[in-house]
């Protein structure tokens, strides 16, 4: 008995043997979903890096959302780009964080200032 002589057994082999087509249009779909929102993800991150650098914000909720962002790249099938975003989310997070608590050079932490 030959084992590729066997129908496929399942929900799943009946699916792919209905509808060969199908699934490509969706797997597409998917990773381009995952791809912008990579995309977003590590502009939000260098955003959030560039705010600090130039003392306009101490928000690490651009930090968050691009790792946020970059969890559902991964998971929609942007492997590489999805933790990459979910890396450079992390170092805008810590570096927001620093920036803000003045333990980066050069860097004077908003609001801590006495000029009275």
């Not at 955003?47 to 790792?67: E, F, P, R």
């Amino acid at each position: 008995m030959d084992i590729k002589s066997e129908g496929r057994s399942g929900q799943a082999g009946r699916d792919e043997q209905e509808k060969p087509g199908e699934g490509k249009g969706k797997n597409q779909a998917k990773r381009l979903g995952g791809l912008i929102s990579c995309v977003l993800g590590l502009l939000l991150a260098l955003g959030g890096i560039v705010g600090a650098l130039l003392a306009l914000t101490q928000d690490v909720s651009s930090g968050v959302v691009a790792m946020v962002l970059g969890v559902l790249g991964y998971y929609l099938g942007e492997r590489r780009l999805g933790a990459a975003t979910v890396v450079l989310g992390t170092v805008a997070l810590f570096f927001v964080v620093a920036a803000s608590t003045g333990l980066v050079p050069g860097l004077a932490p908003a609001g801590h200032g006495y000029n009275g």
